[in-house]
């Protein structure tokens, strides 16, 4: 197979950019604190993203501090729900037990109440109801309706 030549500018230069190579050291002080963005890593090094990204996959002490940043950014987004949780936020709440909990046996389940006419048309549709429910404890006296799929109580 030949191998091409790269394309010449009217004055004589490669046209193109050269793929840069950053030492070690450049490249794990652009990563730490970087809180897993490929873009602040680019913006340090002054490059485009997929370059900064490959850059940092290319070597592994540098994907492991990486990774680890990316770790530290989650452990703090986890700590602010369990902060928002701790306040009775309604909305962490059910993120925790939909995530973490969800191991532990609870799951979300929504109820849909609708009412219909006699000919089977929707009146109204009020919002559904979300309960979270704990897949260990006894089963509830509802069952369901298998022709519409609604509740009955």
């Known amino acids: 197979m030949a191998i091409r030549k790269p394309r010449l500018s009217k004055h004589g230069k490669p046209l193109g950019r050269p793929s ?13 604190g970087c809180m897993g963005s490929f873009s602040v890593v680019a913006y340090r090094l002054g490059c485009c993203w997929d370059l900064a990204r490959d850059r940092v996959n290319e070597n592994p002490k540098i994907k492991k501090l990486f990774e680890a940043e990316e770790q530290k950014l989650c452990a703090l987004a986890v700590s602010g729900l369990i902060k928002a949780a701790n306040n009775g936020e309604r909305w962490a709440i059910e993120r925790l037990l939909e995530t973490k909990a969800a191991g532990n046996g609870f799951k979300i389940v929504q109820h849909v ?14 919002p559904p109801v979300i309960e979270f429910i704990d897949l260990g404890a ?3 006296a509802e069952t369901e309706n298998p022709e519409n799929g ?3 109580e």
């Not at 840069?20 to 730490?32: G, I, S």
Request: proline content about 12%.
């Open 20 to 32: 840069k190579v950053w030492p070690d050291q450049e490249l794990e002080a652009a990563v730490t």
């Open 113 to 126: 109440k609708t009412d219909v006419t006699s000919n089977g048309q929707t009146i109204s549709q009020p």
């Open 138 to 140: 006894p089963p509830r």
């Open 150 to 152: 609604n509740s009955e």
